[in-house]
């Protein structure tokens, strides 16, 4: 029975050669995929949040953890898929139009990734167009908005206006962020939620599907 | 005496503004990489330029911020790597007139070395070509700014150390309670420290926050090291109002803020997002009230 505590504690460290290493000791031995991630890979990861919140934890540490947990959610991709189990939901995620930058958004792309999420990152400057495409052709639920500039920060509304005009608002929810992207920015321009970091925009998505399915 | 501070011989140095916003208010489009405005529209670029000059700016920086060879080669761009660079240099020796000196300015990739969408080799390439641009054109020094990550930092500042130019690195501290971490978590001891010891002439901050968060960063990089300390710090932090975006802090506001920075050393002042002419103006004229 191999000690399931150090893949958390490989999770929280972001080290992945030891959290794959545990993940397949723990795959041999017949443990259930789905009790790894829900029992300690998503614990360790809410942990570095909390760290990364409290400032203990900055940028490299949650890329690293990211980087570990998906190391071991591509092994386990495979059984999962068997048992039916789907990704937490897909997701659309870009730097908005006008906007070249894209630290941010890889940033939150990766945790997504790591947090069980299907993403598909379209870039960034992305036009409206290429959302609502990915809405209609990738089954996408939800979509997550990037800039970084305050002079980006209205083609978000832009974005969304689109959606609406396209007739796909509703099919999705709606997520924003990025350094100048505020609680009340995201209010104004319509969007369903808003994180002021990266850890937390996987809470804020995970929040977000949980309500997509239930609605 | 090294060439840094024969320059600063007679006091501290006050810089300049942004250029990024002013050219927007020029006609610059969103999404438009400023530093194409060296080709198609070098009157408008001088023109800004020339206004720091005229308000006071006894460095002045230059238009070349994102010409290195990685978003270069992202925006399709990288066949005027070498015309971005000499012309942005050109334009601002110009405006200067020799009443200012005009160190290059060269931004971070946008790429991370961490995640592994760039190499070392690459990065390191990226700058050299830029720096060596740079200098060919005549830059009096050269400047690594808004800096996140010490890693990046420490291979662009190895690039540009073989120009022979001085090189100064500022981090942008934008992150963390205090706004004292850079994205990437680097204190400013860390930098300062990583940075004197690769060589650098002058460590310092810009962008990030207001400039009011600046003076503990500012007394920490001049603890940390030996080296003169450059503060470029943004007009606030921005708001939106209306759909128009405004910068909270006044010119006057941003320059009563001078004395303490002088004081806790640093060496050269001016202003980073958000600031104008006018912010300068109102630097240089608190400078020479001191």
Redesign the interface.
């Known amino acids: 029975m191999p000690d399931l505590q150090k893949l958390y504690d490989a999770v929280l460290d972001g080290d992945q050669k030891t959290s794959v290493a545990v993940t397949q000791e723990a795959l041999a031995a017949q443990i259930d995929p789905l009790e790894l991630i829900t029992k300690y890979m998503v614990p360790a990861m809410d942990e570095v949040g909390r760290r990364f919140e409290c ?1 203990d ?5 949650l ?2 953890s990211a980087r570990a947990m998906k190391g071991c959610l591509e092994l386990l991709r495979l059984l999962l898929a068997a048992q039916g189990s789907q990704p937490v939901a897909r997701v659309a995620i870009g730097t908005v ?7 941010g958004k ?1 940033l939150v792309g ?1 945790l997504l990734e790591g947090g069980g999420f299907e993403v598909f990152d379209l870039g960034a ?1 992305v036009a409206p167009e290429k959302f609502i495409q990915a809405i209609r052709d990738k089954g996408v639920t939800l979509v997550a908005l990037s800039a970084l500039l ?6 978000m509304r832009t974005t969304i206006d689109a959606l609406k005009q396209a007739g796909v608002r509703d099919q999705v929810k709606i997520m924003v962020g990025g ?2 992207v505020t609680q009340q ?1 995201a209010d104004e321009i319509g969007a369903d939620g808003y994180s002021d970091n990266a850890s937390a925009a996987v809470a804020l998505a995970r929040r977000l599907s949980a309500l997509e399915v239930a609605s | 005496l090294s060439q840094l501070s024969s320059w600063l011989q007679n006091g501290p140095l006050i810089t300049d503004g942004a250029w990024g916003t002013q050219l927007q208010n020029l006609g610059l489009e969103l999404g438009q990489m400023p530093d194409t405005w060296n080709l198609s529209h070098p009157d408008r670029v001088e023109s800004v330029a020339a206004a720091y000059v005229e308000a006071g700016s006894q460095v002045i920086l230059t238009n070349t911020f994102r010409s290195n060879a990685i978003t270069l080669s992202e925006a399709g761009l990288l066949a005027q790597l070498e015309d971005l660079n000499r012309t942005g240099v050109e334009i601002s020796k110009r405006a200067a007139g020799g009443r200012a000196l005009v160190f290059a300015s060269i931004g971070p990739t946008g790429k991370m070395l961490m995640t592994g969408e760039v190499r070392a080799d690459e990065v390191e390439e990226a700058f050299a070509a830029q720096a060596s641009a740079l200098a060919a054109a005549g830059a009096d020094a050269l400047l690594l700014e808004t800096m996140s990550d010490v890693e990046e930092a420490r291979i662009a500042l190895t690039a540009a150390l073989r120009t022979g130019l001085p090189v100064i690195v500022s981090f942008a501290f934008d992150s963390g309670k205090n706004k004292d971490r850079t994205m990437m978590g680097a204190t400013p001891e860390m930098a300062a420290r990583a940075m004197e010891e690769a060589g650098a002439s002058a460590v310092g901050a810009n962008c990030g926050a207001g400039i009011e968060r600046f003076l503990p960063v500012c007394q920490r990089l001049k603890a940390a090291c030996s080296l003169p300390v450059w503060i470029k710090a943004n007009a606030g932090l921005p708001e939106l109002q209306g759909g128009a975006v405004t910068y909270s802090t006044s010119a006057g506001f941003f320059a009563s803020h001078a004395p303490a920075l002088l004081e806790s050393g640093a060496s050269f002042l001016g202003g980073c997002c958000g600031t104008s002419p006018d912010f300068i103006r109102a630097l240089a004229a608190q400078r020479s009230a001191s």
């Open positions: 400032e934890y900055f940028v490299p540490e890329l690293l139009k006008g906007d070249l930058h894209d630290i890889n990766s400057d305050t002079v980006t920060m209205p083609s350094a100048p920015f």
